[in-house]
């Protein structure tokens, strides 16, 4: 089983509309980190959180860490065309700074 | 372009062979990683260095596999004796050494292995 739960699994939205992707996990996260993938290639670093009930944004992307640190949403305001690709979530769970294990993914299809 | 870097970016291999990638990570940055990804799914964890020494590795990295960091700089991994079941994109990420703070990933654009 993933130690991290990704939902949805795959996501087709209109151009324009908003989205939700949430990442769950039973054990308490040190370090959260979205990270977006095009398909073949290597993930780009979107945000890290670490505190709980922390927030961070960047343009129309908003991440959030519940106060338990143990669910993060990425939240996308407006989707374009631009933001499809598979959404990652990752943590560091050791606390030590070091590895990160990763959910399996929410692939974002966005319609024009 | 100061981003990790990796090496060859595609590869074929027959079953049996050896193959052996390259990573060079972001200069600065002491920490340096590997991961394996199959289609549909996250990347997996697999060794990670602080300079030169390797300080974990995961159950997932079999005798069959081997990564060196020689000089605390670029890193190879190197698999024998390939299998089908080695298919896969292989990742490299660099970070700074200190904590969570820090220990933003840096990866690469990864090599894309397929074994017949």
């Known amino acids: 089983s993933q130690e991290l739960e990704q939902s949805p699994q795959s996501l087709i939205v209109q151009e324009g509309k908003n989205l939700t992707i949430n990442c769950t996990s039973s054990?308490?996260?040190?370090?959260l980190y979205w990270y977006k993938q095009k398909y073949g290639e290597g993930l780009i670093f979107l945000m890290m959180?670490?505190?709980?009930?922390e927030e961070k944004s960047h343009e129309k992307i908003t991440a959030k860490l519940d106060e338990k640190k143990q669910q993060s949403s990425l939240h996308i305001t407006a989707s374009q065309p631009s933001h499809a690709g598979i959404y990652l979530c990752?943590?560091?769970?050791?606390?030590?700074?070091?590895?990160?294990?990763f959910g399996q993914g929410t692939e974002l299809s966005v319609k024009p | 372009d100061t981003g990790v870097s990796q090496d060859p970016r595609h590869k074929i291999t027959k079953r049996g062979q050896n193959v052996t990638f390259r990573c060079d990570p972001i200069?600065?940055?002491?920490?340096l990683y590997w991961y394996r990804q199959t289609l549909g799914q996250g990347p997996e964890f697999l060794t990670y260095?602080?300079?030169?020494?390797?300080?974990?590795k995961s159950r997932l990295l079999s005798d069959r596999f081997s990564a060196e960091r020689p000089k605390g700089s670029f890193s190879t991994l190197e698999i024998q004796r390939t299998e089908q079941g080695d298919s896969a994109m292989y990742l490299c990420?660099?970070?700074?050494?200190?904590?969570?703070?820090?220990?933003?990933?840096?990866f690469g654009a990864g090599t894309r292995l397929s074994v017949l």
């Open positions: 990752g943590a560091d769970r050791d606390n030590q700074g070091g590895k990160l294990i």
């Open positions: 990420a660099s970070s700074l050494d200190g904590g969570i703070a820090k220990n933003i990933q840096y």
């Open positions: 959180l670490q505190k709980g009930g």
């Open positions: 260095f602080q300079n030169e020494a390797q300080l974990e």
């Open positions: 054990k308490t996260l040190y370090g």
């Open positions: 200069s600065e940055h002491n920490r």
